[in-house]
């Protein structure tokens, strides 16, 4: 079975600094999706962005982008410029497309940004 | 990707009584997720609800308490059943394997 491991369970940074967010996985399969989800104290799961296994150039979504290192297994986010609204949870998460397969989840990073 | 309406928002409900939560898809989808939430916790899948057919329940979860309908490709609703504290979390439907909806806060008093 899929597993996701997010290793830090808190993390801070100072507005307009950069940090990054680890996150590490196990699979047998070739082809899948990974995310990183914002959920802030309002309850909802933002996608912030996707890597598509095959695709070898990592994501980016503005200021938020993705080290994806396949044969490693790794997929950390890096947020630059931090802002104050960027504090939330952040989940990292496994979508395998051998079949119609759920979400696998991390069990989040709570990020605070600090002004 | 798809677009979910999810109701309601948030509910504070006494223990013994259930909640029925709906989510509406802008599109046909074939299969819907339900996951829990419990307070600082990751989401745990519930059940897979695919239409026409009886939802698949994970390890944990049982129809008695967590009943689902799935009566057409665009619509799914999910009962907490005589609901107990332990039953307060968030609860997140989702639909394309990675689109959530808005998620309902339920808090059981």
């Known amino acids: 079975a899929q597993t996701v491991t997010q290793s830090q369970p808190e993390m801070s940074v100072q507005e307009a600094e950069t940090v990054t967010l680890s996150c590490t996985y196990d699979t047998s399969e070739s082809d899948y999706y990974l995310f990183w989800y914002k959920q802030p104290p309002s309850r909802q799961m933002i996608l912030v962005i996707r890597?598509?296994?095959?695709?070898?150039q990592n994501a980016t979504e503005n200021r938020f982008s993705v080290n994806f290192q396949k044969a490693a297994k790794s997929f950390s986010l890096k947020i630059s410029d931090s802002q104050l609204g960027d504090a939330a949870m952040y989940f990292c998460a496994y979508f395998g497309l051998s079949g119609n397969t759920p979400l696998v989840f991390g069990k989040g990073t709570r990020l605070s940004v600090i002004a | 990707s798809a677009v979910i309406s999810q109701k309601p928002s948030r509910d504070i409900c006494q223990r013994g009584t259930s909640l029925t939560i709906q989510c509406q898809v802008d599109s046909q989808v074939t299969m819907m997720f339900w996951y829990r939430q419990q307070p600082g916790q990751s989401l745990t899948l519930i059940a897979t609800?695919?239409?026409?057919?009886?939802?698949?329940?994970e390890s944990g979860f049982v129809i008695d308490k967590f009943p689902i309908s799935r009566p057409n490709l665009t619509f799914s609703t999910l009962t907490v059943s005589n609901m107990s504290p332990e039953d307060s979390s968030i609860y997140l439907c989702?639909?394309?394997?990675?689109?959530f909806g808005s998620g309902t806060r339920l808090t059981v008093v």
């Open positions: 609800a695919n239409q026409g057919s009886e939802a698949t329940y």
């Open positions: 989702s639909v394309d394997g990675y689109t």
């Open positions: 890597q598509e296994a095959y695709k070898q």
